[in-house]
């Protein structure tokens, strides 16, 4: 099956600091979204991006779909941002969405 | 805007019954999903659910599990003779179409004691 990486792992930032999150995946995809899984469980709906950038608010994302890496960008980190952030993407031909392991942002005050 | 909601958040249930675990998907949405994410780990998918029908499944979504679509809104997942490692924050999730954004209700947080 598709291979989703993410880097990071865990990653601490200073608040008020920016930072980038990479998501690679293995084979050509048609849906790819991030999402943020808060302290309670709840997973967060960030960005739906297949393909290009988009931007809300301190949070931007761009996917590269021909070079198959997707990157999440925070900028002026608040300690509302810690959680874990996930990638996850659908391949062509199916509807399954297969998740990266996470990353596990803590940002300190 | 409109939500997945799931029911009950928490269940709390003994080993070796069977247990429920309800969505309301998005009203004018035709695809559900069903994911689990046990304590720690990634988020995996179970099953998919389209036109009264699993339009795919996972190899975790043995006899053990069946969904349902009693009526026109809900979506149930049915764990029969439940185990430990079923333990778990089980999220259902919704889309209108099949390449485009899932939806996902808030989980039921499931612990098998």
């Known amino acids: 099956g598709i291979q989703v990486e993410q880097s990071p792992p865990d990653l601490i930032l200073q608040e008020g600091a920016n930072s980038t999150l990479r998501c690679n995946f293995s084979d050509s995809v048609n849906n790819l979204q991030w999402f943020h899984q808060n302290p309670w469980g709840q997973l967060i709906n960030l960005f739906y991006i297949p393909s290009g950038t988009k931007q809300n608010g301190r949070l931007s994302a761009t996917t590269v779909a021909t070079e198959r890496y997707s990157l999440l960008y925070i900028s002026s980190s608040q300690t509302t941002d810690s959680g874990v952030y996930f990638c996850?993407?659908?391949?062509?031909?199916?509807?399954?969405?297969?998740f990266g392991k996470g990353n596990q942002v803590v940002v300190i005050p | 805007e409109p939500e997945v909601t799931q029911t009950p958040s928490h269940q709390v249930t003994q080993m070796g019954q069977e247990v429920i675990l309800r969505c309301v998907p998005i009203?004018?949405?035709?695809?559900f999903y069903w994911y689990r994410q046990i304590l720690g780990q990634k988020v995996e998918f179970l099953v998919s659910?389209?036109?009264?029908?699993?339009?795919?499944k996972s190899e975790i979504f043995d006899d053990q599990f069946s969904v349902e679509r009693p009526d026109g809104s809900n979506f149930t997942l049915k764990i029969r003779s439940t185990k430990l490692e079923d333990s778990a924050m089980y999220f259902c999730?919704?889309?209108?179409?099949?390449?485009?954004?899932?939806?996902f209700g808030d989980g039921t947080r499931l612990s098998i004691l």
């Open positions: 999730a919704s889309t209108v179409q099949g390449n485009q954004p899932q939806h």
């Open positions: 009203s004018n949405h035709l695809y």
């Open positions: 659910f389209y036109n009264n029908e699993i339009s795919e």
């Open positions: 996850a993407v659908v391949l062509y031909g199916n509807n399954r969405l297969a």
